[in-house]
């Protein structure tokens, strides 16, 4: 599932190629579980096809927002249009690579090249299961690709930060870090794994699997720590990290490859493939933490003393 740095990524994109273009033609697959109208008055479950167009045509998208993995366009119109960017749903921008919307994954020596069909299958366009496409003119288009037909496109007036999808969710890394003292506190208040408080959404957002993995270990926190019982000292290096590691990707534009050579992140995706060790030798351990696929170096992320009360 694609995470903050990867969104982030596409939002430039979007900034870059589609804000303050005029939408000339819209195609909006005859499918009204995909897309609804809320909140308020105005609220409601689906939409039609042709109704989902005449929202869209003729407008010019004025803004693309982002809060940790939440996008959005906001149309001259004054309405918002928030899209679902994970494994429900991408985005694709023609003429730009599959990939660059898609999960970031580093190449382990073991990974072949698509073959012609499949690479002539990514480049299709517009996309298998497109479920809206917006033309710009010149060749500018944009396409929701949902396979699994779970996303959802939701349309929606008044701030995106008032609405209810992007107001429950926590501080975002990038945006706004809490403070150490504010970042402490919360944390003593987790009654759960550490890595689980990383990757709940409602806490953190835009974190998920790797960047929860990474920040960890450069920490040296083990991942079934519980923060409550964590001293500040130890919480604070987890926030300088958490910082740190997001910055570091965004800066480098998710592109892993510009990734710092000692972060777990080169090792973490041969979990399929054999025992994966660092290095020095250490062993990267992989399991699942309440249903998520966790990656770390015991012989390094210890346990650390209990705070003192």
């Keep these: 599932m694609p995470e903050l740095p990867v969104i982030e990524r596409v939002c430039r994109l979007l900034r870059e190629r589609i804000v303050g273009k005029k939408i000339l033609k819209v195609y909006a697959a ?8 809320t909140p308020g008055p105005i609220a409601r479950p689906s939409l039609a096809k042709r109704e989902v167009e005449a929202l869209l ?10 809060r940790g993995k939440k996008l959005w366009l906001t149309l001259s119109s004054g309405i918002s249009v928030l899209i679902s960017c994970d494994l429900k749903g991408i985005l694709r921008l023609k003429g730009e690579p599959f990939e660059y919307f898609n999960d970031v994954r580093v190449n382990t020596g073991d990974m072949e090249p698509p073959n012609r ?21 010149r060749n500018h288009r944009m396409a929701y690709v949902d396979r699994h037909r779970l996303g959802r496109i939701r349309f929606f007036k008044g701030k995106p930060e008032d609405h209810s999808a992007i107001a429950e969710l926590g501080l975002d890394p990038i945006l706004d870090p809490p403070t150490p003292a504010e970042f402490v506190e919360m944390m003593w208040l987790q009654k759960r794994y550490i ?27 083990n991942p079934l720590e519980y923060p409550s019982y964590m001293s500040q000292g130890r919480l ?15 800066e480098a534009n998710a592109e892993s490859s510009l990734y710092p050579d000692d972060w777990l992140f ?24 309440n249903g998520r696929i ?16």
């Design 30 to 37: 005859n499918d009204p579980s995909v897309f609804s109208v």
């Design 57 to 66: 045509r003729g407008r010019t998208v004025v803004e693309c927002g982002r």
């Design 117 to 137: 069909e499949d690479q002539a299958a990514l480049d299709k366009w517009p996309p298998l299961f497109t479920k809206l496409e917006l033309s710009f003119g």
């Design 195 to 221: 890595k689980s408080v990383l990757v709940s959404q409602k806490i953190f957002a835009g974190v998920g699997n790797w960047i929860a993995d990474e920040v960890l270990f450069q920490s040296r926190v």
């Design 236 to 250: 604070k290096v987890v926030l300088e990290n958490l910082k740190y590691v997001c910055r570091t990707a965004v």
């Design 266 to 289: 080169h090792y973490r995706w041969r979990m399929y493939i054999e025992d994966t060790f660092l290095p020095n030798g250490d062993q990267v351990v992989f399991r699942s933490i």
């Design 294 to 309: 966790t990656a770390y170096v015991p012989t390094l992320q210890k346990f650390g003393r209990r705070k003192s009360y």
